[in-house]
């Protein structure tokens, strides 16, 4: 009953997506020309010690924060689920995993690299580290099937964020420039590789029932929604509660950036229901243009940096 409902409010949001997408351009699975490769560029996170670096925004600087603090641990999490895998995949696969597994890898190292720009003498860095580690060590004994669903959800996540800090770069107006640059190459690499954990799941899955993968797809999403939503408000209102703010105040602002204006999650809604579509695959939200666009542009920076060295 529920899965039906889900799935019905999923087609007529499809339908949306669809008459929104690139004219002209109908990928229905991974691009074949797509590579996964990484960028191994290095940015200056200290330009975010000690200040509102969001623009002056303390809401917004504690929303991304807090997101960027969710990041190592749950990075080596989605590493790990793929890992696991490596040895059931083969040929493009094989190579767009060995991808996704380098592309996480640096993004965990530029953003150990910001966090530890954080002053853990005024904000609660060390509860909020544990408090994620727990839960990931959780998870991690769930087995090799829960840590791959978990991963392809929070990848649905980080690729609809992705999106959105590609696709509005007046996002980003009045951040430091490689604070900017960081977050825009981590939402590039984030959509290049948003369905390898995808496809590696279908690999794995092939021979399941159809409602069984769809069963787990659904009932992972449904709990991760849930943590992850409560966990970055949670995290972002202590970091403003550190800051001064009252608990409820803090709370209300974080919902309000959340799901009010600018609507980090609400912008996304349309791309988050297409998940419970039983047909669903990640390439259905075809930003292949705009990608390439960011590509481009961090070819030329990867060539600059290289030639500094
Ligand atoms: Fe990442
Ligand atoms: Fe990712």
Known sequence: MVLTFLSLCARVCHKKSIVNSTPGVKTMQTPIGLAVSPRDIHFATDQAHGRAWMAGDPVATAVFNALSLTFPDGERLFMDAVRNYRSNLSGKLLEDAKGFIAQEAIHTREHVGLNAGLDRSHYPIDEIEADIKGRLTFLRTRGRVAMLGVTIAMEHFTAMMAD????????????????????QWHA???????????????????????SQRYGLRVRIMLIMTVMF??????????????????????????????????????????AYWDWFRPGFHPWHQDNSATLKA??????????QQVAAE
Do not use: C
Request: hydrophobic share 45%.
């Open 229 to 270: 939503v409560s966990n970055i408000t949670k995290f972002s209102s202590m970091l403003l509660i550190a800051d001064g703010m009252k608990p409820w105040k803090a709370r209300l602002s974080v919902l309000g950036y959340l799901f009010g204006k600018p609507g980090l999650f609400r912008k996304s809604w349309k």
């Open 164 to 183: 959105l800090f590609l696709e509005e770069p007046q996002f980003w107006d009045g951040v430091p420039e490689d604070l900017a640059r960081l977050w």
């Open 294 to 303: 960011w590509q481009d542009r961090f070819e030329v920076a990867v060539s």
């Open 188 to 210: 590039m690499e984030e959509t290049e590789h948003k369905a390898v954990a995808f496809d590696v799941f279908q690999e794995i899955s092939k021979n399941w029932k159809p």
